[in-house]
Every structure is written in C-alpha cells, then in structure tokens.
C-alpha cells in the first residue's frame, strides 16, 4: 500500500534552517507530483510548495525564496529545505500525493520556530 513516512524537523531558532524529507512507497513515486503542506492552530491548511513528475515546482508566496522543494526518484524520496525560519512558518508540515482516485498523506512532522 502506498505509504509516505517523513523525517526532519524539531525546534529552530528565527533564521535557522531544517530539511524535511518524505520516503515514498507503495506507488511509482516519479510519476506523481508530489506536495507539501503545513496547518498550525487557528490557521487553514496551507500549500507550501509542490513538485512536478519533471521536477517544475511551485511555491506558496509566504515561502518563495526562502523553502525548496526537491525529490530524488532514484530514493523515491521528496524533500523541503527551509532556510530563513520565520516564527509563522510553525506548523505541522504533510507531504502529500493524490491520483484521480485516491489521496496520501504523511505523518506529520512538527517545526517550531522560537527564539
């Protein structure tokens, strides 16, 4: 069955930098665009950044310049590298991978930025 297991995160000062990762299984990982999402409390559930099969990737505005998204099909793994941590980026951070007929989603990995 597919399964999407991350890694990564924790606590991070204003600044800082944390690499997340998504180990894919379960489904042929380089033919999907792959997603990555972020919910904090009292805020809604918000795209982050999203690669293609062909690796053209797209950003949620609060984030351009500063969060990669990258995958390695070789690994079958997605990654997001935030560099330039703001305390509003806080959140539980998903990756995600949907077909027409069925959605995924990882565990969930906390990133908390805090002096």
């Known amino acids: 069955q597919v399964q999407l297991v991350q890694s990564g995160g924790g606590l991070v000062q204003p600044g800082g930098s944390l690499r997340l990762s998504c180990a894919a299984s379960?489904?042929?990982?380089?033919?999907?665009?792959m997603h990555w999402y972020r919910h904090s409390p009292g805020r809604e559930r918000e795209l982050v950044a999203s690669i293609s099969e062909t690796g053209n990737t797209n950003y949620g505005d609060s984030v351009k310049g500063r969060f990669t998204i990258s995958r390695d099909n070789a690994k079958n793994t997605l990654y997001l590298q935030m560099n330039s941590l703001k305390p509003e980026d806080t959140a539980i951070y998903y990756c995600n991978v949907f077909s027409r007929t069925w959605i995924h989603w990882g565990q969930g990995t906390q990133v908390t930025v805090q002096g």
């Open positions: 379960g489904f042929s990982f380089s033919d999907y665009a």
